[in-house]
């Protein structure tokens, strides 16, 4: 058995298409449905059904992708245990949430590829509670959150610097003019916030109900993009960590609202799996994120 048809299988299983997979492999499609018919073949199943647009595993599917992760990992394991040159190869599994990709994370990740070419690496983004499942899992290699410093029986947690969180405004709010913000104010306020279940959202929530406060409206979104711009276009209010506005302060396009909370800190944080073995590159990784 071909080994990259257990690398097509598993891309397919992440992105749920044929035509990201080839995309993302540097295949023709058709190289991709040849590989996954003669997986089928091979075993005598049929591995995925076509559910609307996604390509879904089938029960025996589900079965074989749990020794595929397993055949992939100790492959990757054995490449980096192996090599010797100063090119690393392999493939390293990232987990992180949308904050630090887009603002904190991407310049170690070059700094990474720059120096080992053909490593390949898979970052992907979700909320905390699926990072830290798919970090015990094996889903991904190491996790970067930022949240409160994590203490899972079986993680291993490196905290790497604290973050600030900011309360945002339009420039021109009538807040602005005040000193330290009063949470009962925001009763007056439409609260912008992120998803359910993200961190930030949780933390002012939190804080809203041990003030006993009630906002008169809230608008919700999963893109920080969007929370950002209704601030700038005055339509409420919303807390974000400071390094994904910080842009939009220097610009004027949000105002920073000093106030006062509960002593809750967030770090920026990486957290891997107790006793699990650190390649090469994922050293690298770390010492540079350390550094």
Not at 42 to 59: A, D, I, N, S
Not at 187 to 193: F, R, W
Not at 261 to 277: A, C, F, G, P
Request: charged residues 25%; proline residues 4%.
């Amino acid at each position: 058995m071909d080994l990259n048809y257990f690398y097509t299988f598993n891309e397919v299983v992440r992105s749920g298409s044929y035509t990201q997979t080839a995309e993302e492999l540097g295949y023709a499609q058709s190289s991709v449905t040849t590989q996954i018919k003669k997986l089928e073949d091979y075993y005598h199943v049929k591995l995925f059904e076509r559910v609307g647009r996604k390509m879904r595993l089938t029960p025996s599917g589900e079965q074989l992708y749990d020794y595929v992760k397993e055949i992939i990992k100790l492959a990757d394991e054995a490449e980096a245990h192996l090599r010797t040159d100063e090119n690393l190869k392999g493939t390293i599994r990232i987990g992180t949430g949308e904050t630090l990709a887009a603002y904190y994370i991407t310049p170690y990740i070059k700094a990474l590829k720059e120096k080992h070419p053909e490593l390949r690496i898979r970052l992907e983004s979700g909320q905390c509670q699926n990072l830290i499942g798919g970090t015990v899992d094996g889903t991904y290699d190491i996790t970067i959150l930022l949240d409160q410093l994590q203490h899972h029986p079986d993680l291993t947690t490196i905290p790497i610097r604290q973050e600030e969180m900011v309360m945002i405004a339009p420039p021109q709010h009538h807040f602005t003019k005040l000193g330290v913000l009063d949470l009962k104010k925001l009763e007056e306020e439409t609260l912008i916030l992120t998803e359910e279940g993200c961190v930030y959202r949780v933390l002012l929530e939190k804080w809203l109900k041990e003030a006993n406060v009630q906002a008169k409206s809230i608008i919700s979104f999963s893109s920080l993009e969007a929370i950002k711009q209704c601030v700038a276009d005055q339509l409420g209010i919303a807390l974000l960590p400071r390094i994904a506005v910080e842009r939009e302060i220097q610009n004027g396009l949000v105002a920073v609202l000093p106030f006062h909370s509960n002593d809750i800190t967030l770090y920026t944080q990486i957290v891997y799996k107790e006793r699990k073995w650190i390649s090469p590159p994922l050293k690298q990784f770390i010492d540079l994120m350390e550094k």
